[in-house]
């Protein structure tokens, strides 16, 4: 099972960006998925994560202006992130537990290589 993140940029602040996240390999079952984020110096932290059944949850501070979506049919999440500014500067990075094939079906947490979003002028 491998998560591929992409979209990661250099974007000026109040810019917008859409990263994206694919799940792929010998898959039975995604449960809850979604994006962390490190910032230079500074621990993970959760950004969003989204249910099967698409009920999302936000970090308090990020609410508003970060949307997570996921498509279950194509195994994607996706992080909508507008209004960006430099302390959003981080390693954006997605994470999800899922039920591999042949697992003996046993939940297992996979973390992604991670995406790069820089925001400055």
């Known amino acids: 099972v491998q998560l591929v993140e992409s979209g990661g940029d250099l974007v000026q602040p109040g810019g917008s960006l859409r990263l994206s996240c694919v799940a792929s390999g010998n898959i039975f079952f995604i449960y809850t998925i979604g994006w962390y984020r490190q910032a230079p110096g500074k621990q993970r932290e959760l950004v969003a994560h989204i249910s099967r059944g698409g009920v999302a949850n936000y970090t308090d501070s990020l609410a508003g202006r970060f949307t997570i979506s996921r498509d279950n049919a194509r195994n994607t999440v996706d992080l909508q992130m507008n209004n960006l500014n430099p302390e959003d500067t981080a390693v954006y990075y997605c994470?999800?537990?899922?039920?591999?094939?042949?697992?003996?079906?046993?939940?297992?947490?996979?973390w992604g290589q991670g995406t790069q979003v820089t925001v400055s002028s």
């Open positions: 994470n999800g537990d899922i039920i591999p094939l042949g697992g003996g079906g046993r939940v297992k947490n996979y």
